[in-house]
């Protein structure tokens, strides 16, 4: 399975980005995925998850009501919808995969390499 996530930025305080993780598989339809974010010297944290139907999500707390996890099973891709950022939020976005909806990253078989996110304040 191979990653790739696009749509990181630089945004100023309050502003929205939409990441994107296209997966290369064929397995697409039945695969969990998670968006995990890992700031500057600090541990990776997750960030969501949702399940293979679409139908099942799990967020953060710390962006509950700000981001928004979904996907398109016909493109093979993962979204993530960020509104409301806030510097905090800087950090490299990372998605993986897995076969069970979790906020744990030990759940996780396959990663993509990250895409930057920088919030301005």
């Known amino acids: 399975v191979r990653l790739v996530e696009s749509g990181g930025g630089s945004v100023p305080a309050g502003g929205s980005l939409r990441l994107s993780c296209s997966a290369s598989t064929q397995t697409f339809s039945s695969l969990d995925f998670g968006w995990f974010r890992q700031a500057s010297g600090k541990e990776r944290e997750f960030v969501a998850a949702?399940?293979?139907?679409?139908?099942?999500?799990n967020y953060a707390d710390s962006v509950k009501g700000r981001f928004t996890i979904y996907r398109d099973n016909r493109r093979d891709t993962v979204y993530l919808e960020m509104n409301s950022l806030i510097p905090e939020d800087t950090a490299v976005y990372y998605c993986?995969?897995?076969?069970?909806?979790?906020?744990?990253?030990?759940?996780?078989?396959?990663w993509g390499r990250g895409t930057q996110v920088t919030v301005s304040s």
């Open positions: 949702i399940n293979w139907s679409g139908g099942s999500t």
């Open positions: 993986a995969t897995s076969t069970v909806l979790s906020s744990n990253e030990n759940h996780y078989d396959y």
